[in-house]
């Protein structure tokens, strides 16, 4: 049987990516940001999942305004890092697990969530940042992963109760894989950030918190934050934190917090992680 075993909640900020890469680590600038990522490396490491399951957007690398399916699962054996303008980040190809994923399109779909199946994906930042911040400087990802891409670039993205519900789904169909399958479910992107226009570098530290809070305390609540409530309150791009939700919704409903970082700033994004493990 499948099993998801944890949670992981982190922000995908690419220029998290660049200071990785560029062994910048250390700077005043990134070493109060990338010290925290210790403890949830540690974590990861005891875990040793076997699956990873990623909830990220793609921006604009894979899709486009031609075409954006509102949720994709990769259903490859391997996806390259994208070329997002300067090059391939220098990080292992990322190894999949077409036997789950497939299970999985399957599932969800019969669960009448219509995901795009792609045999092929490059993955850009919102896939490898993650996979940098939580495993670090490695030749190969300990583990398989399985992308899956909500649209939150293009109105109308998903609501957060849509992805938690997706959550939901994801756990059954996990439960319901026949190999014993040790399964950690990670939700990027966000925290509070806007690239663009007058209200460019907002950040709101005290909502984020509230958000972090509220994963292990009253899920419910965050259930129910309207689009506009993001936007207004943690700028365009906080809307990324709807994915955090597919995340929250795979896991029981008591869960428990065991690690949080938060820090700012990370290039204009208020960069949170968290770590919940089921309450039982
Ligand atoms: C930034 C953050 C993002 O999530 C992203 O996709 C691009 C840029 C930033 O803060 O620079
Ligand atoms: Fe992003």
């Not at 950030?193 to 530290?205: D, V, Y």
């Amino acid at each position: 049987m499948g099993k998801i075993v944890a949670g992981l909640g982190t922000s995908h900020v690419p220029a998290i990516g660049v200071a990785h890469d560029q062994g910048l680590t250390e700077e005043p600038y990134w070493k109060p940001l990338f010290d925290g990522y210790g403890p949830a490396r540690e974590w990861l490491k005891k875990i040793d999942p076997d699956v990873v399951i990623l909830v990220y957007n793609d921006h604009g690398t894979v899709f486009s305004l031609q075409s954006i399916p509102t949720f994709a699962i990769g259903v490859a054996e391997q996806y390259k890092p994208a070329d997002e303008g300067w090059g391939p980040r220098p990080v292992p190809v990322v190894e999949g697990d077409a036997n789950l994923s497939w299970h999985l399109a399957e599932s969800l779909i019969l669960d009448e969530f219509d995901m795009t199946i792609m045999n092929e994906m490059d993955v850009d930042h919102g896939l490898t940042v993650p996979l940098s911040i939580t495993c670090g400087h490695v030749d190969k990802w300990p583990f398989k992963v399985i992308p899956l891409a909500v649209n939150v670039v293009l109105y109308p993205p998903p609501t957060g109760n849509r992805c938690y519900n997706l959550g939901r789904a994801i756990r059954k169909a996990v439960e319901a894989y026949d190999e014993d399958t040790r399964v950690v479910i990670m939700g990027t992107g966000g925290m509070s950030h806007q690239l663009h226009g007058e209200r460019a570098g907002l950040i709101n530290r005290e909502w984020d918190n509230r958000f972090l809070d509220d994963l292990s305390k009253d899920p419910e609540r965050l259930r129910k934050i309207p689009h506009l409530e993001y936007v207004r309150e943690t700028g365009a791009e906080g809307i990324e934190m709807v994915m955090w939700l597919v995340m929250r919704g795979a896991l029981d409903d008591n869960v428990k917090e065991v690690y949080r970082h938060y820090h700012v700033p990370a290039s204009n994004t208020g960069a949170g992680l968290i770590v919940l493990e089921n309450d039982a």
